[in-house]
């Protein structure tokens, strides 16, 4: 059986991306999980740690961005299946990217998110190709897909 790849991209201040991989050890799925940078010292501070400190926050951020994409984008074009999870505590910019880039390679989109965000997520949801709102809810979908089995 193929192994396939599951980026899991979104919300990192919870615990959803263990949940889904302990689901998936547990249901012994061929899968290998891939994420962004979730330390956000790390992640908001790679490019000026490595190409040189900028007193303007903009290009700070901006060569945090580049560097950060470097890895995402070829993380998400390595995928077989993209989880976006969107969480209700923080805003998640990176995630809506994530999704909006998935959705136009045509990847498999699963979207991740509690029920009272379904309107304020309409648009992601409608290029998903799944909207779950549990972590076992992703597991399953995985299991269904990798294996046929309910």
Not at 14 to 34: C, H, K, M, N, P
Not at 109 to 133: F, G, S
Request: negative net charge.
């Amino acid at each position: 059986m193929k192994k396939w790849t599951v980026y899991l991209s979104g919300e990192v201040h919870s615990d959803w991306r263990d949940e889904i991989e302990a689901g998936a050890r547990a249901a012994d799925l061929a899968v290998t999980f891939t994420a962004p940078v979730t330390n956000h010292a790390n992640s908001d501070d790679c490019g000026a740690s490595i190409l040189g400190a900028e007193s303007d926050p903009f290009w700070h951020d901006h060569k945090g961005a580049k560097v950060n994409a470097i890895r995402t984008r070829t993380l998400l074009d390595a995928a077989d299946i993209v989880v976006v999870r969107f969480g209700d505590k923080y805003r998640q910019w990176n995630a809506a990217f994530d999704a909006g880039y998935a959705a136009a390679r045509a990847k498999p989109l699963i979207v991740l998110h509690d029920p009272e965000h379904r309107h304020a997520l309409k648009e992601v949801d409608a290029a998903a190709y799944a909207v779950a709102e549990s972590p076992d809810q992703v597991v399953s979908i995985l299991r269904y897909a990798l294996t046929g089995a309910l």
